[in-house]
């Protein structure tokens, strides 16, 4: 999301790169970008990624956890979602939103530095995120989420891709992100990806605004 003055930073941030502290607004505005289509997006990309009934999963930079619950409902009681965020606000409201789903849980944290052991999860996925962290940042994150990956496990990172014309393009306008500092930001994730050591790389696109990257841990 474009950072305006009606997304405010974190009061609290932790680590290195933007935080948004107005969950509520931005779950709306996230809704409203996708005009109908946000569930549907997340559904595709927990396609992509193959998450399946007794995962244990990972959203790193989960925000207010709209994708964290998803993985919940889809990994089912046997599996398990944790989402993590930097902005305090987001955790907080998180976990209101979750207390109906047992197997999901919410806790600060940065992506440079997760707190989980080697070898940890089945699946992590990370959207509209790494465009928030600093060029020198993104690389220890992305092998941050390869070690707490088991061998064989799967990463699957997001991030917005702007359509090139159409009525999108013009929403996407509308908004701000054609050209704004937040398209300056994003940058090609199969090449960090393949730096931090993934194999098997595949990438897509989820219509209207994600472009993701998957990828196996050796």
């Not at 790494?130 to 070690?147: F, S």
């Not at 990956?149 to 908004?175: H, M, Y």
């Amino acid at each position: 999301m474009k950072e305006s003055r009606l997304f405010h930073p974190s009061s609290r941030p932790s680590g290195q790169g933007i935080t948004i502290g107005t969950p509520r607004f931005y779950d709306l505005s996230a809704g409203l970008l996708f005009g109908g289509t946000r569930r549907r997006s997340y559904r595709r990309l927990m396609q992509a990624a193959g998450v399946q009934s007794g995962d244990r999963a990972l959203d790193v930079g989960c925000g207010p956890g709209y994708f964290a619950r998803m993985l919940a409902e889809a990994v089912g009681p046997m599996g398990s979602a944790v989402g993590i965020d930097a902005a305090t606000e987001m955790i907080e409201y998180a976990t209101w939103k979750v207390s109906r789903l047992s197997n999901c849980g919410f806790q600060a944290g940065t992506a440079e530095a997760l707190a989980f052991p080697d070898d940890s999860f089945d699946v992590v996925v990370s959207s509209l995120m790494m465009h928030h962290l600093p060029d020198e940042v993104r690389l220890k994150a992305a092998g941050e989420m390869k070690r707490v990956l088991r061998p064989g496990a799967t990463l699957l990172l997001a991030d917005f891709a702007i359509p090139e014309k159409g009525g999108w393009r013009i929403v996407a306008a509308l908004n701000g992100h054609v050209g704004g500092d937040m398209v300056r930001r994003v940058s090609p994730l199969e090449p960090l990806v393949g730096e931090a050591g993934f194999t098997e790389l595949r990438s897509g696109d989820v219509p209207p605004w994600l472009h993701y990257v998957r990828a196996t841990k050796p």
